[in-house]
């Protein structure tokens, strides 16, 4: 197995904001920093999701200090994937984010079958604020990897290795297998991949260990792995 650099940044976080997590954005960026990362991304849970904040709390991002404890936090919003091949959140609380995770959530969306769920998603990740698909794993929800993957690159989205997906593979049908045929398109066509905690907890923040592996059992090409640069990260976010 190759060497691989550790991993500098988590980009896909979530707060109480969210409604069912369990720590507050200081508290997420302390255990950041506990672990030596270099920038955090807090995405809270967009419309759809039961408890989750009313748009209205992306209208005041610039209270949010961009530096905690040594940690750089960007600011995002994991948006759910509609039927109609649409965003959950409007346009105008979108363009106030550093960035945008398109995610497909069985709360608020019926599937399609492989090719409908595919077609959908890519729709959602031609939004120029869109930089990450979440969790792209589970087989209740069935997708085309070779078209994803083909689209992640024309579009500059990363597609997500989710630790959390991991561990309940009860939950997340055929995630292990999903992601084998997923990373096998990623390198196929150069698309890039994020490999986050999607942490509901601080004790969860940076926590990538089986996701990191299993990229690195497969050994996936280190300079399509966006979260192990901090330069990286920030040009890819269109922030450097």
Sequence with gaps: MNEYKKLIGDLHSHTIVSGHAYGTIRENA???ADIGLEILGITEHGPGIPGTCDPFYFCNLKAIPRELYGVKIMIGCEINVLNEGKLSLDQRWIDRLDYGIAGIHLLCYKDCGKE???????SCMKNEKIKIVSHPDDDHTPLDYEKLAIAAKEYGVALEVNNS???????????FENYKTM??????????????????DPSAVGRTDKAFELVKQYNFPEEQILNNDLHKILRFMGKE
């Design 165 to 175: 997906s991991l561990l309940k593979p009860d939950h997340r049908i055929n995630c």
């Design 183 to 200: 990373l096998e398109w990623c390198e196929k066509t150069g698309a890039m991949i994020v490999i986050d905690s999607d942490a509901h």
């Design 30 to 32: 302390r255990a950041a």
């Design 116 to 122: 409908g769920n595919t077609e959908n998603l890519i």
